[in-house]
């Protein structure tokens, strides 16, 4: 994964011009045209656009670029509001990233949800497993946006503010489980796709997972080191108070709780440093200052 991270670094660096400036506005512009098509005809008439092994195999190669173009609901509502949030998300991208970073990371996933696809045809012998849609595509560029703008807020249900990395939190624990239980079923072919077509996602924030992890493991020592300071210090108060012979003793009187076991005794927590005071003195005592 870093070697990737960094190939890709390196050739995004060299050539800054590669890639296609607005790629999403053409992503969103094919997405409406091919939904007008649909609605002027059917849904089922644009299957020709959706990607298949068995009609690659036959020379319908367009295939490979036109499932792209394939929207994933049949509401024009859901298009509309679909086809915004993601040319927000991916313009916003193209921006902080440039159009080569932003094109190759568009492209690999386009590329890997292909190489998924074909794989899962060639390991169950069904070479008519469709694809159709962006979904695992866009999943990996909303997941992007969150890992450098997870504080950015929208508007649930046009009403409910929410910030985006818990739509993010919410999203991967759904695909986590979709993994899982098709894992479980014993159908893990179909975990190859949506796996594959989020590589390109983890490559690139390598570097994050890897600090993220190096912090982690900084933390653990750091609380390791901190238990066994607090085990130290308890242990040299412990052995103070068995060569002293008491526990608590009041700083007005000098009383202890050895000399008078019957008394209560507490710390004062508006005094400067840690400071006990019998019950007769904890409210009438002058409050120690730095």
């Not at 890992?147 to 929208?154: I, N, T």
């Not at 390109?200 to 750091?222: M, T, W």
Request: charge should be positive; glycine fraction near 6%; proline fraction near 2%.
């Amino acid at each position: 994964m870093k070697k990737l991270n960094e190939a890709v670094e390196r050739f995004c660096a060299r050539n800054p011009y590669f890639g296609i400036p607005n790629l999403m506005l053409y992503i969103v512009g094919g997405n409406i045209a091919v939904y007008l098509l649909a609605m002027f005809s059917s849904f089922g008439a644009i299957s020709f656009l959706s990607f298949n092994l068995d009609a690659l195999l036959h020379g319908e190669i367009w295939r490979l670029v036109t499932f792209l173009f394939v929207p994933s609901s049949t509401s024009a509502f859901s298009v509309l509001i679909t086809c915004y949030f993601y040319y927000w998300i991916g313009t916003t991208l193209e921006r902080e990233w440039g159009t080569a970073k932003f094109s190759v990371y568009y492209i690999s996933g386009v590329v890997l949800t292909l190489l998924g696809t074909v794989a899962v045809s060639l390991i169950s012998g069904n070479f008519h497993q469709t694809l159709a849609g962006t979904a695992y595509i866009n999943l990996a560029l909303f997941f992007a946006f969150a890992m450098l703008h997870g504080e950015a807020q929208v508007l649930l249900f046009f009403i409910i503010p929410i910030r985006i990395k818990y739509i993010a939190y919410l999203d991967a624990a759904l695909f986590a489980i979709e993994i899982i239980s098709c894992l479980a079923g014993g159908y893990w072919v179909g975990a190859i796709v949506p796996v594959m077509a989020l590589l390109n996602f983890f490559v690139f924030f390598y570097p994050s997972f890897e600090r993220y992890g190096e912090y982690k493991k900084y933390q653990h020592k750091a609380s390791k080191s901190d238990f066994r300071r607090q085990q130290e210090a308890a242990r040299r108060a412990q052995e103070q108070q068995r060569a002293q012979g008491y526990r608590h003793k009041c700083c007005v009187c000098g009383r202890t709780d050895a000399d008078s076991p019957d008394l209560q005794f507490r710390y004062c927590s508006k005094c400067a440093g840690y400071h006990c005071f019998c019950s007769d003195h904890i409210f009438s005592h002058v409050h120690f200052t730095e």
